[in-house]
Antibody, heavy 120, light 109 residues
């Protein structure tokens, strides 16, 4: 059974940093692309960033480019999101999501999310 | 930046067919994916690569795509299908940016 467990969320002041983690199990982690998707309170889904199985392909939404860094450690079956220069508009539930079989840039399984609140 | 457009809401009676549309300029070249999100829960994939249904998803869910529009069809909608539905795709510029539609709130009553 695929399991994705996010952690690292919390309350942080504007301008500060936070690092999210996602622990993966139930599949061969280094065979799949992984993504972060967020959802602001009461709003829709927003793709944040994705990383290919070997970290050779990485991309970001324009809203986070230059501030957020995605990475993965295949030996630890873990995905990360380093978030710097946080803004109030980054407040959201952050989901870790697994890429599909093949080369598609989409997601077939999601975690339950970790909440990030940016406020002074 | 690339956008996908969905109607904000749709209401049907139980047993009726619900059709949720998603329009985007790159859809003739890129696959559409559909996610169901019930209140307080993580999203679930219900259609991938325009028309394919994951295992465990009821047969009443189907997808189609023509030109710049993709459509999620729920044939004989059930009360338990009430949820937000999001389409997702990527742009055709050669980068790997993903984009979601704004979501459609489906009410079944």
């Amino acid at each position: 059974e695929v399991q994705l467990v996010e952690s690292g969320g919390g309350l942080v002041q504007p301008g500060r940093s936070l690092r999210l983690s996602c622990a993966a199990s139930g599949f061969t982690f280094d065979d799949y692309a992984m993504h972060w998707v967020r959802q602001a309170p009461g709003k829709g889904l927003e793709w944040v960033s994705g990383i290919s199985w070997n970290s050779g392909t990485i991309d970001y939404a324009d809203s986070v480019k230059g501030r957020f860094t995605i990475s993965r450690d295949n030996a630890k079956n873990s995905l990360y999101l380093q978030m710097n220069s946080l803004r109030a508009e980054d407040t959201a539930l952050y989901y870790c999501a697994k890429g599909p079989d093949g080369s598609g840039w989409s997601f077939d399984y999601w975690g339950q999310g970790t909440l990030v609140t940016v406020s002074s | 930046s690339y956008e996908l457009t969905q109607p904000p809401s749709l209401s049907v009676s139980p047993g009726q067919t619900a059709r949720i549309t998603c329009s985007g300029d790159a859809l003739p070249k890129k696959f559409a994916y559909w996610y169901q999100q019930k209140s307080g829960q993580a999203p679930v994939l219900v259609i991938y690569e325009d028309i394919k249904r994951p295992s465990g998803i009821p047969e009443r869910f189907s997808g189609s795509s023509s030109g710049t529009m993709a459509t999620l069809t729920i044939s004989g909608a059930q009360v338990e299908d009430e949820a937000d539905y999001y389409c997702y795709s990527t742009d055709s510029s050669g980068n790997h940016s993903g984009v979601f539609g704004g979501g459609t709130k489906l009410t079944v009553l």
